[in-house]
């Protein structure tokens, strides 16, 4: 089964696929300059940057013949040659992007991963980079007869549908199950929070559930575990642990690795279908499974034409207080890895140590067992409602 050519025309796409090499696995485009989001005006779209992707077998010779076709959308790493733009291609998510290229009077990126790269991403997640751009609508523009890939790109449906599953009620809608799908590459993503409009999700499917229909209603009708009522555009799932079980078995390796770890104490090391069973019986089986897409790790490697800008995320972050610092409000600041963001809106308030004035009673017989009463500032900010008392003569 190959993913659906989706019906609006290609013609304008396939004009900007002709200026590449053609040596490609698939080639497909995404995004909003593809697809009409919730909130844009008509003709938003025809001004967005077109996004794609290209896969390719042999990534040395595609980037050797685009070298020789298209050499200004590289940045300065061309002076290194295929071989070098390769090596830096394989990092992170194993994608190579070129941006802010003008072609037949658009603005396009596009990235450049090999075929084999992302049938691994497709079947394991492990990154979900490409993968989890693929679970949603996407413009096919050419794919060729490999098996491996068609297989894969199936799969990769047929995962993302899983993953949905698990997190759902026993009963829901069409719309909800193209929303958890959708935001499955969201996860845990801090563009979510900061700089991206926190209701993307919901504007990428509203507008798009047909195109999403088309994904998926063969693999929802083919499905054994899940009653599909396509006239009214309801769905019922097995949520037994038996079922969910079944479901936890037939999610991608990646994701599998991440609830274990969530799940099992360190130094356990207990068989991988034993915890997956434990999940599956588990009341919070679809938080534990939303807990660990969070964690999917999101790594990219982007070339953009003004130089290279290395990407990264691991989720989850961690923020610590800083120095002693004088009381009052001050900025938050978050550093990933060595990006950093800030929400100028959210203040972190520093107060005054805690301080005791007074103890009382101010003496006590030796059996002990009596209560004290202790008056000061602030000792509420306390991270521990203990008190040690030293008594004159006992060591310290």
Known sequence: MALPVLSSSGVK???????FPQELSLAFAYGSGVFRQEGASAGHGENNMLDFVFAVDDSVT???????KNRSHYSFLKIFGPKQISNIQSYGAGIYYNTLVPCNGRMIKYGVIS??????DLLHWKTLYVAGRLQKPVKILTQNENGKLQAALVSNLKSAVTAAFLMLPESFSEEDLYMQIAGLSYSGDFRMIIGEDRSKVQNIVKPNVPYFQKLYSNILQDCPQVVYKHHLGRLEIDKSPEGQFSQLMALPR?????ITSLVD????NRDVEEILLQVAHDPDCGLVVHQGEVLQPFDQAVAMRDGPVPFQREMPTRSAAGPAHAPGESPILNN??????????????YMEDSTIQKV?????????????????INLATSRAETCSLQLPGTPS
């Open 360 to 376: 009382d009673p101010e003496w006590s017989i030796n059996s002990a067992g009596m209560w004290l009463t202790v008056t000061g």
């Open 254 to 258: 990646s994701l599998q690795q991440k």
């Open 265 to 268: 104490p360190p130094g356990k």
């Open 62 to 68: 595609w980037h050797m013949m685009n070298l020789l």
């Open 336 to 349: 990933i890895n060595r990006a950093e963001l800030s929400n100028l809106e959210v203040k972190y308030n």
């Open 13 to 19: 796409f396939r004009r900007v696929l002709a200026h």
């Open 115 to 120: 075929t084999d790269t992302l049938i691994d």
